[in-house]
């Protein structure tokens, strides 16, 4: 396995000698990436609207694109294992993010719907190959700091997206027509970035047959530490109230502008938290996650007892967090996953994220329309201090 490995880390060092270099590249695709379909997150569901669809349809194609974007990344990861293709998966799934500017040109909210759904597949088809390529790419720098810096370039497309549409629509007097099909320009920048990834990662994908032939782990499968770690993140995520309910219950006190404008705070913080936690990570390790763990506490419990201030630090808090999730919970994975078995690992683990939010939603939903904030104290207590001693434990194995 170590010969595997260091054939791999030679050949990326072949190919391009500064990392940092490389995990720029990759933030700058997620950069452009976000700013498309972050964009259609904000202005889909009005335009579906415009399109006749009723709210019932708007609810059932972000519910089964959220559902579809975590669930098939298992098999892709493990489909990118068997080939090594991770490459080609990269930049596969980022192709198809050109069926978001489409939507500009379609009448019907029917094949809206289906341009919808298709890149939440297409984000399926690329996280686990770009999660491996940037685990491979961080080597000398550290998983943190690569997971940090890209989770970074990457909220900052994703604060730059809804914001410039904002202001298409504000100065077209809505015209939704124009505002996607704008989104062609930042797509067409996306890909001239991404070809020259391609160009520097494609050979990643080459392993000696030999070498995998003697992995141990090939044979093994999966480490223990793996599946407590994914257990953890299970618990963890499960128990903490995601940003949509906090900002569910702040519309009902604020006006809408407003409650966009919170958003977009917690964007900036997301992105700030995430390099920052990256450099701590790669001092301190995996132990390091117990803060995220504990402060997961917070927008839960804030949450639920509501009140404008409670739900403003609440919001805040979860962007620190959902800041840490996106960096140094993938990192960990690294540390513990030889790479011929990271695309599976980052398939599982992203599983299991989008799931445990699943779940959150329909727990801390019925808690707050049936007003039962005592339970759901509870409820959030007992979830963390479970994710916490598995955590731990994975730690000691």
């Not at 900002?247 to 407003?258: D, F, N, Q, V």
Request: net charge positive; hydrophobic share 55%; aromatic share 14%.
């Amino acid at each position: 396995m170590i010969n595997l490995e260091l054939g791999v880390y030679k050949e990326l060092s072949r190919l391009e000698t500064n990392p940092y270099k490389i995990i720029i590249y990759f933030g700058l695709v997620s950069l452009f990436g976000d700013i498309i379909y972050e964009s259609a997150r904000g202005a889909a569901p009005p335009f579906l609207n415009y399109l006749g669809a009723s709210a019932i349809i708007v609810g059932l194609t972000f519910g089964l694109g959220e559902f579809l974007g975590y669930g098939l990344r298992l098999i892709s990861g493990i489909l990118a294992d068997i080939t090594k293709a991770y490459s080609k998966f990269y930049v596969v799934g980022y192709l198809f993010i050109i069926v978001i500017p489409f939507l500009g040109l379609v009448s019907h909210w029917q094949l809206a719907v289906i341009l919808i759904i298709a890149e939440r597949v297409a984000k399926a088809i690329r996280s686990p190959a770009r999660d491996t390529l940037i685990s491979i790419a961080s080597k000398d720098i550290g998983a943190g700091k690569a997971f940090g810096l890209h989770e970074l370039l990457d909220q900052i497309g994703a604060a730059i997206g809804p914001g410039l549409l904002t202001l298409i629509l504000l100065f077209t007097s809505n015209n939704y027509r124009v505002a996607f099909t704008f989104l062609f320009l930042p797509f067409l920048v996306m890909m001239l970035i991404i070809f020259k990834v391609y160009h520097r990662v494609r050979d990643i994908s080459v392993y000696n047959e030999e070498d995998v032939a003697h992995s141990s782990t090939l044979q093994k499968g999966m480490p223990k530490k793996f599946w407590l770690y994914t257990s953890a993140i299970m618990m963890n995520v499960t128990g903490l109230m995601h940003i949509s309910l906090l900002l569910y219950k702040t519309s009902l006190i604020l006006l809408a502008w407003m409650v966009v404008l919170i958003y977009l705070f917690v964007q900036i913080i997301d992105a700030a938290s995430a390099p920052i936690s990256g450099l701590f990570y790669d001092k301190y390790g995996r132990l390091i996650l117990v803060i995220p763990f504990i402060l997961s506490v917070l927008p839960s419990i804030l949450g639920l007892y509501g009140g404008i201030q409670a739900l403003l630090i609440g919001s805040m808090i979860f962007g620190l967090v959902y800041g840490m999730q996106e960096s140094i919970y993938k990192a960990a994975v690294s540390d513990m996953v030889p790479i011929n078995y990271r695309g599976t690992a980052y398939g599982i683990f992203n599983g299991v994220y989008g799931f445990g939010f699943l779940l959150s939603g329909l727990i801390y939903g019925y808690f707050i329309e049936n007003d039962l904030l005592v339970a759901g104290f509870i409820y959030t207590l007992l979830m963390q201090i479970i994710a916490i001693l598995l955590l731990i434990y994975s730690i000691r194995r």
